[in-house]
């Protein structure tokens, strides 16, 4: 998606990660938690959008 940032890169700069497919939240997490998570590993190769907040 155009604007998006991959979510290695994004996991390794933020506090908390979250996984919005559809419209629904179906991971969230700590960011050094998440970084090597089966879910975020498979989302982010269905192109799903990851965004966090520091």
Do not use: C, F, K
């Not at 998606?1 to 933020?14: D, E, F, Y």
């Not at 975020?40 to 965004?51: F, G, L, Q």
Request: proline share 6%; hydrophobic share 40%; aromatic share 2%.
């Amino acid at each position: 998606m155009a604007g998006s940032i991959p979510a290695p890169a994004t996991l390794r700069v933020t506090d908390r990660a979250y996984v919005i497919e559809s419209g629904v939240t179906t991971v969230e997490g700590q960011s050094a938690d998440l970084l090597n998570d089966p879910r975020i590993i498979d989302a982010h190769h269905r192109r799903v959008v990851t965004a966090g907040s520091i």
